[in-house]
């Protein structure tokens, strides 16, 4: 080993901010397709998701296609593979990190694994599908846990940094998915410990809501309701990004997470409003809510939190919208974030037919109020954010005809295991039953 290049290597890695950078479009990738994304615009693809073994090596996704998704790769783009993102994944990550071996066992089976099918890195995604609520009090094995996801940091950000001085190849890429609220940050996460370690963190700005909360609410509010309460107060995305920069990170160290889908709820009692006692049923990916809104769904923009929602009998959904989501790209370049997640691209409209928005219509959107952006790590010199609603009429434009063919990955019974389908993204109201199944 060279000790030198090592040296070197870290103490660039440490000091290197994302200043002057791309704007980053990274753009969840959920396996269960076995195919490529066509989503020219992202600059990074996240594929979901690794499993961690019993002997704590990294292997390959759920459904396993690292080989076919390794031949249709394009060589400007850049690709990682996340790990952890359900419950039992979750659990197993804990058990790996609590000892020194089955770490180091663990980190030198990534590098393995990752250069063997042509990754250009890791995400570490030990967060819950939903959202944990605040925890009552951090206990011993919270506080333990922060430390060990620390440790694991900086093990593979020194592997990756050895690696990639023996060989001479381009360094390994880390990055870490961390949560979007408030209480969980500070007590799970040493956030400016792994903003050295990492290349940079995304933060899961979504799933607020779900089962647990039994009221109906945005998932992903960019600010809070005018009349929240107390820890009401933290559930949305930008007293996240405050909190965290707050600590001392660095913004252009962050990417900021744009759900391409909407929450599900139903209304239990006869109250209609958000708040209102309610089940969550599930989540709506972003081509189905594009044909609910065709299909008398009636749309209300919520003027406090920056997002809509969208009615129809007993149920309500909050979603993402054109409109909602040039907000929240705009915020994120008010905030000189490194980018933004689209979890999962999935979600978008790949063909164009079902939202009548043009191919992959969220891609291009961030791409488009991106394309002559670059990161800065100044001061802001720019105004405040202008949170007003935009003023094009975005619910005429995005009115889609009714498509009655489907894209054919959308169907649920389509080349997917149900095991596996299961346990992918947007578990979301079902987490303690995935959790019950998992093990
Ligand atoms: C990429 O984004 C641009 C700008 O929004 C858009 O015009 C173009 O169609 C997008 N390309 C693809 C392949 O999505
Ligand atoms: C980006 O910059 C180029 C060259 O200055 C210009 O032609 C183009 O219109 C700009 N695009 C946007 C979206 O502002
Ligand atoms: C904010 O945007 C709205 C709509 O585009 C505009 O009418 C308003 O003047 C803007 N406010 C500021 C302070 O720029
Ligand atoms: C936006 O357009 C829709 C459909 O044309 C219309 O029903 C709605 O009233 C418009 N909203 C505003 C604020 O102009």
Request: with cysteine.
């Amino acid at each position: 080993m060279n000790l030198a290049l090592l040296l070197l290597s870290i103490i660039l890695a440490l000091i290197k901010a994302d200043c002057g950078e791309e704007f980053k479009i990274i753009c969840y990738f959920s396996s269960w397709t076995g195919i490529h994304p066509e989503a020219k615009n992202c600059t990074h693809i996240v594929y979901t998701f690794a499993r961690i073994e019993d002997d704590n090596t990294l292997t390959g996704v759920w459904s396993n296609p690292l080989k076919e998704f390794k031949n249709t790769k394009d060589p400007d783009l850049k690709v990682l593979l996340a790990v952890g993102g359900q419950d039992y994944a979750i659990k197993r990550a804990g058990e790996m990190m609590s000892k020194d071996e089955s770490r180091q066992k663990f980190v030198i089976s990534t590098t393995k694994l990752l250069r063997t099918h042509e990754f250009d890195g890791i995400d570490l995604n030990f967060e819950p599908n939903e959202a944990l609520g605040p925890p009552s009090s951090p206990n011993q094995q919270v506080i333990d846990d922060k430390k060990k996801l620390s440790t694991l940091c900086k093990e593979l950000q020194e592997e990756y940094a050895e690696e990639a001085g023996r060989t001479g190849r381009t360094r390994l890429l880390l990055t870490i998915t961390v949560s979007g609220i408030k209480k969980q940050l500070e007590s799970r996460f040493d956030l400016p410990e792994l903003a050295k370690c990492a290349d940079w963190l995304n933060v899961q700005t979504y799933d607020y809501r779900g089962s647990h909360d039994k009221i109906a609410d945005h998932h992903s509010p960019l600010m809070h309701a005018k009349n929240a309460e107390d820890n009401d107060k933290d559930l949305n995305q930008n007293s996240a990004i405050k909190f965290i920069v707050s600590t001392g990170v660095e913004p252009s160290k962050l990417s900021f997470g744009l759900p391409a889908y909407g929450k599900k709820f139903r209304f239990t009692s006869d109250s209609r409003d958000m708040g209102s006692a309610a089940t969550c049923v599930g989540s709506v990916p972003y081509i189905e809510l594009c044909r609910n809104i065709a299909s008398g769904w009636q749309r209300i923009f919520l003027d406090d939190r920056k997002v809509p929602i969208m009615m129809k009998g007993d149920e309500v959904i909050g979603y993402d919208d054109l409109q909602s989501m040039e907000l929240k790209i705009n915020y994120a370049k008010e905030q000189r974030l490194g980018g933004v997640v689209i979890y999962p691209v999935n979600f978008d409209d790949s063909s164009g037919q079902s939202c009548s928005q043009g191919k992959f219509p969220i891609v291009s959107l961030v791409k488009q109020l991106t394309s002559n952006y670059t990161v800065s790590c100044l001061p802001p010199t720019t105004q405040p954010l202008n949170t007003t609603v935009a003023p094009r009429n975005r619910t005429k434009n995005i009115t889609p005809k009714w498509k009655q063919s489907r894209p054919d990955y959308f169907n649920p019974g389509i080349g997917l295991h149900p095991k596996v389908h299961r346990r992918l993204f947007i578990s979301a109201c079902m987490n303690s039953v995935a959790k019950k199944k998992e093990t």
